[in-house]
């Protein structure tokens, strides 16, 4: 099958159909986006990370927001605070949560969508304060206990190190009172413990150097902070562009409309154009006529006689039936208006001379008239038309094939005709050149 007979059997065919699906479409992406107003609420924070110097920087920051922003407990927890329930946590965190920088900043700004401006202005800032103390805790959690392990050391050291001094205050005062003999004794007790005091001394100085690195090293990035609340009074008032989403629902009905359309055509094919229909019954197009949808007149017959003569000279008839290959069809005005169109050409013809004293006449005159399936002529001098719409389905033709199989008279082609032209023309071809017919029987 062409590309254009596919064309025309999908789209001239069924037409009527792809429009309504797109009209369709896009009315109810209109009816869904006039039901989708609500109200958005932002507030604008930072989190501890560092200044970007690049717009990928900047992407990466607002996505750890966005992550964490987007997590179902911290959702299902933020709703919680703001007292809404009903909500959907997937639908909500997927929907109504918008995280994105504000340039290539480090600011984060931070949305909520909702039908009440108090539900969306409560609940972004309370997904904030979630973002901030997630985020402190995943980033500085190390260092809190790393700071907490050091400082319980340094507070046994101090502890071991005041017994310490204790125990050399209490034989320092012995050394004092004693006699020679304990002396030398309590002296080397008194170096031995003096050394261990040291000792520990410096391990304490050493543990004090780590803590005040930690602390240096934590108070490096930003303080993560909101900058701007969300407030109801500053939600704005959002809906979804009507023209975007009809747009979209025309384009989802033109796609159902043509796939309904394709699966008409594969349950029922329609034959479009005078030249599928001639190919179908094997026999050569002669061409189309206009049938005048107010007064029923035929037009057009007189660009059909070259082609018919051609056809009756070859076959050697002088006789030419036409046959409907639809039922209804009311033949008598056609077969007059051809009659009378091969009248006149031939009377022309007969004037014609060629070289020498004699006029040669060029053709005889063809007898045309309408028959039935029940009236059929049968014989070699009377050729057979086939009158068909010029777009018909193909079973539509099954029972003027078979006849035209078992006839003994030849075929000598198709004539198609084209309704008249309103915009339901086409849907039921057969029974609007039914009508135009039975208007030109009525005028005749």
């Not at 987007?70 to 959907?88: C, E, I, M, Q």
């Not at 969300?230 to 009809?246: F, M």
């Not at 409907?324 to 009311?330: F, N, Q, R």
């Amino acid at each position: 099958m062409e590309l254009n007979e596919a064309v025309r059997r999908i789209f001239l065919q069924h037409r009527l159909l792809i429009a309504i699906a797109v009209l369709a479409g896009a009315a109810i992406g209109v009816a869904l986006a006039v039901g989708s107003k609500g109200y958005t609420a932002s507030t604008r924070m930072v989190i501890d990370s560092q200044d970007p110097k690049a717009r990928a920087e900047s992407t990466a920051i607002a996505d750890t927001a966005r992550a964490i922003a987007t997590s179902p407990s911290l959702v299902r927890k933020a709703l919680a605070d703001a007292g809404v329930t009903g909500k959907s946590i997937d639908a909500f965190a997927t929907n109504d949560i918008s995280v994105n920088t504000l340039g290539t900043s480090g600011v984060i700004e931070l949305s909520v969508t909702d039908g009440s401006r108090r539900v969306a202005a409560t609940v972004a800032n309370a997904l904030a304060q979630e973002v901030i103390r997630t985020r402190l805790e995943i980033a500085t959690g190390l260092a809190r206990q790393t700071q907490a392990a050091i400082a319980g050391k340094v507070t046994d050291l101090d502890q071991r190190i005041a017994r310490l001094d204790s125990t050399l205050a209490s034989l320092n005062v012995q050394l004092a009172r004693g006699g020679v003999a304990q002396a030398a004794a309590l002296q080397a007790r008194i170096d031995q413990l003096s050394r261990l005091r040291d000792f520990l001394t410096q391990q304490r100085g050493v543990l004090e150097t780590q803590q005040a690195g930690l602390l240096t090293s934590s108070s490096v990035g930003p303080m993560p902070s909101v900058i701007s609340a969300a407030t109801a009074a500053n939600a704005t008032a959002v809906t979804s562009p009507y023209r975007s989403d009809g747009v979209l629902g025309g384009l989802l009905g033109l796609i159902l409309g043509l796939a309904f359309a394709v699966l008409a055509e594969s349950v029922r094919p329609t034959l479009a154009g005078g030249a599928a229909v001639a190919r179908e019954l094997g026999t050569a197009h002669l061409g189309t006529y206009a049938v005048d949808g107010e007064t029923g007149a035929v037009d057009g017959a007189v660009a059909l006689t070259h082609d018919l003569k051609e056809a009756a000279v070859s076959a050697q008839v002088r006789k030419v039936d036409l046959l409907g290959a639809v039922p209804g069809l009311e033949l008598g005005p056609l077969a007059k208006a051809l009659e009378a169109a091969t009248a006149k050409a031939t009377a022309r013809d007969s004037h014609v001379h060629v070289s020498g004293p004699s006029s040669i006449v060029v053709e005889r005159q063809l007898r045309i008239r309408p028959v039935g399936p029940q009236n059929l002529t049968e014989g070699r001098e009377t050729g057979l038309v086939v009158i068909a719409p010029a777009t018909l389905k193909k079973t539509q033709l099954n029972g003027i094939a078979e006849l035209i199989r078992v006839t003994r008279s030849p075929l000598l082609g198709v004539i198609t005709f084209k309704p008249a032209q309103r915009w339901w023309a086409g849907i039921v071809p057969e029974r609007h050149a039914a009508v135009s017919a039975a208007k030109a029987v009525k005028q005749t």
